[in-house]
């Protein structure tokens, strides 16, 4: 893969990995059914790689509901069952104190929530001193690539 980096030719590729093998010979076929492969499996930085991620954006972008990715993985997928684990986590932990002044803003960890819960508790718990008129909340892509960002 350190040779796929748009300055070696498959020719370059393909001696690379004579070398690699004492000598033995790597056909010509063989290199380029490679990197026929590794194109086909979206792994290099091809037109065909930069035209499906520019449909996969597009498709994300055109959602006006788009599913939580980890819903029935990381937290429950019924929203009973995950209102009952986030109020176990809330009831299990030491109640947070009174904040001296007032909240006006929550940063609570990204991590999985049975790792997190006494962090996220004692955050959250801060909330029902609050009645905002306005929640934004801010997440994490881990999947971004370039210029992209996920808010």
Not at 91 to 99: I, L, S
Request: glycine content about 8%; hydrophobic content about 40%; aromatic content about 6%.
């Amino acid at each position: 893969m350190t040779l796929l980096d748009g300055t070696n030719t498959v020719r370059d590729v393909q001696m690379a990995l004579i070398r690699q093998k004492g000598g033995v010979l790597v056909g010509m076929e063989e290199v380029e059914a490679l990197l026929a492969h590794l194109d086909e499996s979206f792994l290099l930085d091809t037109k065909k790689f930069e035209h499906a991620r520019e449909n996969i954006v597009a498709r994300f972008a055109s959602k006006t509901v788009r599913s939580c990715f980890h819903s029935g993985g990381s937290y429950p997928d019924k929203p009973t069952d995950l209102k009952s684990r986030l109020d176990k986590i809330l009831k299990d932990q030491t109640p947070a104190p009174k904040p001296e002044a007032k909240v006006v803003a929550l940063v609570a960890p990204h991590i999985h929530l049975s790792v997190g819960s006494r962090v996220y508790a004692s955050g959250y718990q801060w909330l029902k001193y609050t009645s905002p008129s306005r929640i934004i909340v801010l997440g994490v892509g881990h999947q971004m690539m370039g210029d992209l960002c996920s808010v």
